[in-house]
């Protein structure tokens, strides 16, 4: 049970928090919209890899398995794969430039001071240029935001990552903008 | 230096939404809601929770920023001061420190937080959206605390620009400025 009474505890994560304040839920969708399908020279399935990284760093099992499905979505993987983000991508196949951002992400979630000159030094060798660097520094600091908002308040989680299937399809193809009241 | 070219008048934060807008509007629009919409904390009290998340995740520009303009909403320098050196013996309500101590929870993790801290908090007579609202300034400010030191964001040394900017803020709050910040170029 969430930390607060929610008006429907059936919602899992993030959605039942959308519902509780819909005054936050609006900027926090366009937030999410925009960094994960809005311009960008890194495309959504990066994106959602990096969201998808930062989350289970943040070990937050909502955020992690819900964009990590998105990631697949957007990749055309088998939903098996979600588990390859927690190893470190051994299997998913990734660019040097795409690994060389993770490692910048992976930096700013555990603090902005962590990110020095030669991470970014080594991003730029693999071709990343300042607006992916910008977009990945945001993305990985936003999710530090969305973890701790969804575990901060005791959300519930689903445990399969089959339960996220139609949620990551539904987050990669419809987008983020009042998906999350769904309807009976 | 920052890590990419930002423009070079604006320090901080203002030059990463100034370089990118698009994001910026989303992240403005939640910010201007959080610490100025209507709520039953006051402004000075949701200032407090973002400089103490500022100051534990150690971003001088964050810090030195919402400290100046928690001051200026205070009337008074000493509280800011006190809460950042001891939550527990701030001149502040039970009330607030129960709130502030649940921030600090959350800018370690939002798993760190327990339900005894909530539990406090509620007997104080927190209600489940002062709750809320103070979990998500902390965790909007762990955002904000990366987005500056991670692109390795100038603050400035001069105590004279926070003073300043806390004085904007109080006058137009989170939004962008209607005509830009051009005329902050000299």
Redesign the interface.
């Known amino acids: 049970m969430a930390h607060i009474t929610l008006p429907d505890e059936s919602l899992p994560g993030i959605v039942g928090l959308f519902n509780f304040r819909p005054e936050t839920a609006e900027p926090l969708q366009l937030l999410a919209e925009t960094l994960l399908r809005g311009d960008s020279p890194l495309t959504s399935g990066e994106r959602e890899l990096i969201a998808a990284y930062v989350s289970h760093l943040n070990n937050c099992h909502f955020c992690h398995t819900s964009h990590a499905s998105a990631a697949m979505a957007h990749l055309d993987c088998d939903l098996s794969l979600i588990d390859d983000i927690k190893n470190g991508f051994q299997q998913i196949e990734i660019s040097p430039k795409l690994r060389a951002l993770l490692n910048i992400a992976a930096k700013v979630q555990k603090s902005g001071r962590e990110v020095h000159a030669e991470d970014i030094a080594a991003a730029k060798a693999e071709g990343a240029a300042d607006k992916e660097i910008h977009d990945t520094v945001l993305i990985a600091a936003a999710f530090c935001m969305f973890n701790r908002y969804v575990d901060g308040l005791g959300t519930w989680a689903p445990k399969e990552h089959e339960a996220y299937r139609e949620m990551g399809q539904r987050m990669a193809f419809t987008g983020y903008v009042r998906f999350s009241v769904p309807q009976d | 230096m920052p890590?990419?070219?930002l423009p070079g008048h604006l320090p901080g934060i203002t030059g990463?939404l100034e370089?990118?807008k698009?994001?910026a509007?989303?992240?403005r629009?939640?910010t201007q809601?959080?610490l100025r919409?209507k709520n039953s904390l006051t402004e000075g009290e949701r200032e407090l929770i973002a400089t103490v998340v500022s100051h534990y995740?150690?971003?001088k520009f964050c810090t030195a920023a919402h400290t100046a303009i928690a001051d200026v909403l205070l009337g008074e320098t000493e509280t800011c001061e006190l809460v950042k050196k001891d939550i527990d013996t701030a001149p502040i309500s039970e009330k607030m420190k129960a709130l502030l101590k649940?921030a600090v929870?959350?800018q370690v993790?939002?798993?760190a937080?327990t339900?005894e801290a909530?539990t406090v908090a509620k007997k104080s007579g927190a209600t489940?959206?002062e709750?809320?609202?103070t979990?998500?300034i902390?965790?909007?400010f762990?955002?904000?605390?990366?987005?500056?030191?991670?692109?390795?964001t100038v603050a400035p040394a001069d105590p004279q620009f926070y003073l300043g900017l806390g004085q904007r803020l109080k006058e137009y709050g989170y939004n962008r400025l209607p005509n830009g910040y051009d005329h902050l170029k000299n």
């Open positions: 890590h990419i070219p990463l370089y990118s698009d994001t509007h989303p992240i629009v939640l809601f959080l919409g995740n150690e971003c649940i929870m959350v993790s939002g798993r937080v339900p909530i489940d959206i709750i809320h609202d979990v998500l902390a965790a909007l762990c955002l904000y605390n990366r987005y500056v030191d991670g692109m390795a």
